[in-house]
């Protein structure tokens, strides 16, 4: 293992290879990225691999939008020889009653005034966009047809390989024990495989960026818990659009390779690192799913697994550095929405490191914000 | 037989030339090579080609078979369908 870096980034996952490509696109040297296990190992691999821009906060909708706009490019910029498998039919939101479908409408009026080309749609034409859905269960929706889905896999190995050709050094099965610091600044990085001296860390650790937090002494307000999933058998194209309900807490998507993936949050589920399924989560989605998209219930289930949501106060991300330690920056809590936020993530952090004006405001991403005084706002769009 | 002709994995359509060139990129595990080519992740879950693959890891990186790591091996062992995981739930 190297003895010095520039800049080390302790996490695999899709944020931490896209903070690596984006410091080196930039110029930056000498740049490794340490995993403790293999790449996507860990959230990024597990999560339910949509793409949307129909979120209920600004800066959700910004980040959400830019990245959208990089993926539709992606396959080209990052020069991959494999496929992203970036499908863009849409998210079809269902609303459940009034209640929500004002909610909607507001979080639609605001998507509208930052360029996101959703739009209210009435219950028929729900139904006409996904006809096996459920009308008793539908009030009206919203749509974005620019929104969709990615091969989580292989959309981070294309910023791995890229990161790779501008000289970015991966550390896989290496993990992190302590990260050392003298006074306010960072100096350096022990892992098991050796010692690695550098001015600057990045946290990246998803679900144990709390954790690696603590290595370097810094409190960071998130923290991890559960969340279940699962994917059926491939089978011919029948559905477009990632279908979500919010009340009926579900996610379902067909992938370009044929299969659904759904999943669904629960929200007695404790703060843990746990990562397992169970048969209650089974239970509870084979219900969901039959009674919002009967047709669904006629196909396999072929595994399910688990994963980490990192969750911060506000459920939004949490990028940039700390006044109390020089040197230490993170990228968390992204509250089960890292993956589709990456090439912000990436663009944002590495323009902060290099003490470049960054593309957008960064005040409402910092861990500051959650300082002494009440939160602006707080997404309420999550599953 | 040449390599593009011999398929591993039957579910997901995977070659031992697609696991050859994987090997020579640098993705040593089976957990890898389960990401990037879905090998072992279709509707039988590496039942039919899990020990073909460990088997080629093995041989390609000179290590015992013993030493290579299975994949991850996650519920379900058969397919079975949403509806009847939810009549079942439902007479519970």
Request: some cysteine; proline content about 4%; overall charge negative.
């Amino acid at each position: 293992m190297k003895s010095k870096a520039d800049y080390v980034i302790i996490g695999g996952g899709i944020s931490g290879c896209s903070i690596a490509y984006n410091l080196a696109l930039q110029g930056a040297e000498n740049i490794i990225v340490i995993e403790k296990s293999y790449i996507t190992s860990g959230a990024t691999g597990r999560c339910g691999a949509g793409v949307r821009q129909q979120w209920g906060t600004k800066m959700n909708c910004l980040l959400a939008k830019k990245s959208v706009e990089f993926f539709e490019k992606a396959q080209e910029i990052l020069d991959y020889d494999g496929d992203i498998e970036f499908k863009q039919e849409g998210y079809l939101i269902i609303a459940s009653d009034d209640q929500e479908a004002q909610q909607f409408k507001k979080n639609v009026a605001l998507q509208n005034s930052l360029g996101i080309p959703s739009k209210v749609l009435t219950k028929e034409e729900a139904l006409e966009i996904v006809p096996y859905l459920n009308p008793e269960q539908v009030h009206s929706a919203t749509f974005c047809h620019t929104d969709g889905h990615l091969n989580p896999f292989t959309m981070t190995d294309a910023y791995y390989k890229a990161a790779k050709r501008l000289g970015v050094e991966f550390y896989l099965y290496t993990e992190v024990l302590d990260i050392l610091t003298d006074g306010h600044k960072v100096t350096g990085v022990l892992t098991d495989k050796g010692e690695v001296k550098t001015a600057n860390v990045i946290n990246a650790a998803g679900g144990w960026a709390k954790e690696i937090g603590e290595l370097a002494g810094v409190e960071i307000p998130v923290y991890s818990r559960n969340h279940e999933i699962l994917v059926t058998e491939p089978v011919e194209k029948m559905q477009g659009p990632m279908v979500i309900s919010f009340s009926h807490n579900i996610y379902c998507q067909q992938t370009p390779h044929g299969a659904f993936i759904m999943g669904r949050g629960d929200k007695d589920e404790p703060k843990s690192h746990t990562m397992r399924s169970t048969w209650q989560f089974l239970d509870k989605m084979s219900k969901t799913v039959c009674t919002l998209l009967p047709k669904i219930g006629e196909l396999r289930v072929i595994r399910q697994w688990g994963g980490l949501y990192n969750m911060s106060p506000d459920h939004q991300p949490i990028i940039g550095g700390t006044k109390d330690l020089r040197g230490f920056y993170m990228a968390c809590g992204f509250s089960g929405h890292g993956f589709m936020l990456a090439p912000m993530t990436g663009l944002l952090l590495s323009e902060l490191i290099l003490g470049k004006t960054p593309s957008m405001p960064m005040e409402n991403l910092s861990l500051e914000r959650f300082e002494g005084k009440d939160m602006e706002e707080v997404e309420t769009s999550v599953v | 037989m040449d390599p593009k002709n011999i398929i591993i994995c039957r579910c997901s359509d995977v070659t031992l030339e697609d696991l050859l060139t994987l090997f020579k990129e640098g993705y040593t595990t089976f957990e890898e090579l389960k990401r990037i080519k879905r090998v072992g992740m279709g509707p039988c879950q590496a039942n039919t080609c899990g020990k073909m693959v460990q088997w080629e890891i093995a041989k390609y990186f000179n290590r015992p078979l013993e030493v290579v790591q299975f994949h991850n091996m996650r519920p379900f062992t058969m397919g079975v369908k949403l509806k009847s995981i939810k009549e079942q739930a439902d007479e519970e």
